[in-house]
Each structure stands twice: as C-alpha cells, then as structure tokens.
C-alpha cells in the first residue's frame, strides 16, 4: 500500500464516521496526507486529520480519532491503529499491505515518484546566464547543475517548463570582450578594463584563422570582426560545455534581439500605460519605490543610452507576452540587491510579484584541493570553470556535489572526497546501490531466480524488520519529489537517496539474503526479496535521474 492509498483509506474511514454521527460533511477535505513518524516505533504511518477536523465540527479531537481509529482497523491493509497525545493516529500496516509497494514500484517503473502536484503551471526556468566573455564559471556550474534537476524535478510533477539561457550580448562588457581580443590578436596585454586568461588568445587565433583579412583592417573595423566572430566562438563553447555537462536548454536567448526588434520601446510604452514612467534631468525612471524598491530605476538614460534594467524589463516581458505565468530566475550571490528592484518592476506591470516572479540566490562554491581553496584556472585565469571542476571530479560527481546542498548555503567541494571510490563519497554511496541492486538481479538470473509475475508474488512474506524499513524509505519516494519541486530544492533527493535509501537498502543487504545459498531450493521469499531488490534499484535510478547523475549497473 503506497501512502497515497492509506490516505484514500483514512479519508475513506473519516466519510464513514462523519455518516454514522451525523457530522457535516463538508468539512472533510477533498484529500488527506499520512507520513512517517519521526519514531518508528510508533508505526508505519500517521495522520493529523482528527486535529484538523475537530474545531470544524465541534467534537473533541482525540473522540474523533477515537472513531477513526476504529473504522480504519476494520480496512483491510491496517493491522492496528493507536492514538496518541491528543489525537494522532499512529497506523501500522500487515505484511501484505507493506510488501505491496514492491510490486507498484517495479511496476510504475519510471513513473513512479511522478505526479500531477503542479499540473497547468507554466514556468519558465532561467539559468546560468552567464556572460558571453568567458567560459561559464564554478558559479555558473552550480546553477546548471542545481537547475537542471529543478527543471526535472518541475515537470516530473506535471508543470509545463520551459528552460533558457540569457546571453548578454549587448552592451560595453562585449565591447571590452572585443578590445580584447583585438589587443590579444596583436601580442599587446588585455585592456586595463578587458578580459585576460588564456581562452581570449586561443579565441582571437580562431578568428583571425576565420576571417584571415582582419588583419588588414583599422582598429575600429577589426575590434567588430572580432566581437562578431568572437561572441559566436564564446557562444559555441559554452553551450558546447554545457550539453558535455548533460544541461540543454529549450531557449537560448539573446539581449540583442530584444533591441533589434524593438521590444525595450515596446516594454517603455507599457510601463507608461501603467503610470510608472516619468522624465526627470533628461532621463526616463521607472518609479519602483512605489512597490518597495529602495529607489527608482533609470531605463533610458539622458544621452538616449539604454540601461541594462530596462533590458531586465522587456525580457520580463517578453517571457509574459510567451504564456509563462510563473518566471523563474536564478541568480548568482552577488545579485541579491537585485530582488527588490524586479519585484517591482514585476508589479509596475501590473503583476503579482509573489505570484509571477521568482528569484532564487545561489551562494559561492570553493573547489578546494589539498585542503585550500583552488583559485586560478589554467585557461580561464581568474576563475575556476566547468571544465576545472569536470577534470577534477567528473560529470556525475560534480552534478551531484553542487545539487546536494541548498542552494543558499555556500559550498566547499573536496577533491579528494569526491573522487574517493568508498562510502564517505556521497554520490559513490548512493551510486553504489545502484550498482548492488543490478549485481543482485543478474546474479539471481544466473542461478534461475526470477521474481515471477505480479499474481505469484507473496507480498506477506516481506516481513522482516529491514524489509519494513527499506519499504517504507522507497514509500516516501513520491512525496519528497513533490516536496522538492514545490520548495524549489532538489538537495531533498540526494539526502533522501543517500539517508533514507541507501542506508536501509545496505542494512536490508546485510541481514535479508536475497539469493539461495549453495544447493538451497529458490523459495517465495527469495522471489519476495527480490521484488524489494527490483524496487529498490527503481527508486534510485528515478531519484538519480531528477538529479541529472547516471544510475551504474557495474562499478
């Protein structure tokens, strides 16, 4: 019995007391929720639903769960069900009803832990972002990491999401990218304001070995050749890094489309509809302090320039004007002052701020090597990039690492740690799991043991104290999806995997053989086992997947 159906049993149960007295039942709530007590000792599962419905109906609650507890030990699937304190139900289900799981496991297969939670939500999910004139740092790794798994994590409970990535291609950041690379392409030194590292030298080679005539040039013609052709090069690697990362985007976006086709005059004339705008010294302001900003913002400044806010605003838009009625960003450390001024700007549109825009802050992350942080790229100069983390610690590991923890906590990343092939490695634990589970299912095909079909399978024998645990970590599967898309914190599934799974999976192992010893007869409760081996490797493979990590079946 999944949790799910021991809530349908429990509101079933609270429909059949409220007949017999007589309650109204319009109180009862469309659904209910069971979850795990903090102590196993006080069951399989339990329920509020008697505290939540006793002011409503004017009966104390711990009568109400009185009668709830005996109508639900009278369904089938219960064993027993105990009140505590003033009106908890503690329920503890049969054998039978707990081994179930296993079977509706492997048979969801890849669909088990998904559900409709936030279906019709249309999202739209920025990420990384980051400028086109360097090679996405350790930073921007975190957010690729942490949103991808986001995105998965949105549509695995049924929101509609479309992903992108914003390219800054406009403004003075790519005029100094390509001074840059002009001065790289003739043996000076990056300008006092310009970007260094090795990358901008290999870059103004390719261009130079592209568009050969651009030595001939004046500076001015050149310095376009090389911020055309240079900004397409810095457009290639990254997305090239990004897809090597196993991060694809439904939308690359570019700043420069929205000049070129006029959409920061189109976002100008609606914010005046609105009655935000005013001109003040030469310049137009949008007045964001009238919804808590700590001052206007400037959009076009008094020598005609665009602000990059303004930018900000149309590309707001332009996502609304799409259908997206939620719109996610995610934005690095060093932008948390920007939250108040889009907030506003969200409602100078006539939006709901806490409705239609989300912005998320990701702190600072530290490769540390030998103990201290790691500060220099060998290509990149100043920062550590993608490909430094991916060198040191690969793909599977590096997603992991960055989509463990909260994304508002800075993070240290341990080489050693992470490349470790033993159980302190967090995603080699779980990884390993993955692995044993798939060992466990061939070595049985070997010696002839399969699980048989659904109608064979005798749930009831799955008894043991382990395999009651183990079922009841792979049962909260689908509520920790939930949890983690709605919260926006898809570290949930890699605790959940590491200390809820694969720890009762391991002490499950090591006390339930799963295969026949020697010449021993292949019995029911080999089959059974297997069954919950099967279910097992389900659950990690779909959590491992939310997560963007491979789910090995030999390691």
């Not at 913002?297 to 602000?307: A, C, D, F």
């Not at 490349?419 to 070997?446: H, I, L, M």
Request: charged content about 25%; glycine content about 8%; hydrophobic content about 40%.
């Amino acid at each position: 019995m999944t949790p799910a159906e021991l809530a349908s049993v429990v509101l079933a149960a609270a429909h059949a007391v409220f007949e017999q007295r007589g309650l109204d039942r319009a109180a009862l709530p469309a659904s209910t929720v069971v979850e795990r007590p903090r102590n196993p000792e006080h069951g399989d599962y339990a329920s509020t639903l008697a505290l939540q419905l006793s002011k409503k109906v004017g009966v104390p609650p711990r009568e109400l769960a009185t009668a709830l507890a005996d109508e639900l030990g009278r369904a089938a699937g219960v064993k027993s069900v105990e009140i505590a304190g003033p009106g908890f139900l503690n329920i503890r289900l049969d054998a039978a009803a707990a081994g179930q799981l296993a079977r509706v496991i492997v048979e969801a297969g890849a669909e088990y832990g998904r559900s409709d939670r936030l279906a019709g939500e249309k999202i739209n999910l920025e990420f990384v972002s980051a400028n086109p004139t360097g090679p996405v740092h350790i930073g921007g790794v975190r957010w690729a990491a942490v949103g991808d798994a986001l995105s998965r994590l949105l549509r695995a409970t049924g929101a509609d999401v479309g992903t992108e990535y914003y390219f800054n291609d406009a403004g003075s950041q790519i005029d100094r990218f390509a001074r840059s690379l002009l001065a790289a392409s003739k043996g000076e030194p990056a300008p006092e304001d310009g970007y260094g590292g090795a990358y901008i030298a290999e870059i103004a080679t390719e261009v130079q070995a592209r568009r050969p005539e651009v030595r001939s040039l004046d500076d001015d013609a050149a310095q376009e050749v090389f911020r055309v052709e240079g900004v397409a090069l810095m457009f290639d690697e990254i997305r090239t890094s990004l897809r090597d990362f196993g991060v694809e985007f439904d939308t690359y976006f570019n700043e420069k489309d929205l000049h070129d086709r006029g959409e920061l005059d189109l976002a100008l004339n609606r914010l005046r509809e609105q009655g935000h705008l005013y001109e003040s010294e030469g310049a137009t302001w949008l007045r964001t302090t009238d919804f808590g900003d700590d001052k206007d913002r400037v959009l076009r400044k008094s020598n005609g320039e665009w602000t990059y806010f303004a930018a900000d605003c149309a590309y707001y838009l332009d996502k609304r004007e799409r259908g997206f009625e939620r719109v996610v960003i995610m934005l690095g450390a060093d932008h948390h002052g920007y939250i108040g001024r889009m907030k506003a700007m969200s409602a100078c549109f006539g939006d709901d701020p806490e409705r239609n825009l989300e912005i998320l802050i990701g702190q600072l992350v530290n490769l540390l090597r030998d103990g201290a942080p790691m500060r220099m790229s060998k290509r990149a100069g100043t920062v550590i990039t993608l490909e430094d983390l991916v060198d040191a610690i690969g793909v599977d590991a590096a997603r992991y690492a960055l989509a463990r923890y909260s994304s508002d906590s800075p993070i240290d990343i341990d080489i050693e740690l992470w490349t470790r092939a033993t159980r302190d490695n967090p995603v080699y634990y779980v990884q390993y799991v993955a692995a044993r589970t798939a060992g466990v299912a061939r070595n049985a095909a070997e010696v002839g043991l399969v699980p048989g079909d659904a109608d064979t399978f005798r749930p009831e024998l799955l008894a043991h104290e382990k395999e009651n645990e183990l079922l009841k970590a792979l049962a909260q599967f689908p509520a920790v999806v939930a949890t983690a898309a709605e919260l926006r914190e898809p570290h949930r599934v890699a605790r959940y995997l590491e200390e809820s799974v694969a720890s009762s999976y391991h002490r499950f192992y090591d006390n339930c053989r799963v295969l026949p010893l020697g010449d021993e007869k292949i019995t029911d409760l080999h089959r059974a086992r297997l069954w919950l081996n099967n279910a097992t490797r389900t659950v990690i493979a779909n959590g491992l997947y939310l997560l963007g990590v491979a789910a090995p079946e030999r390691m």
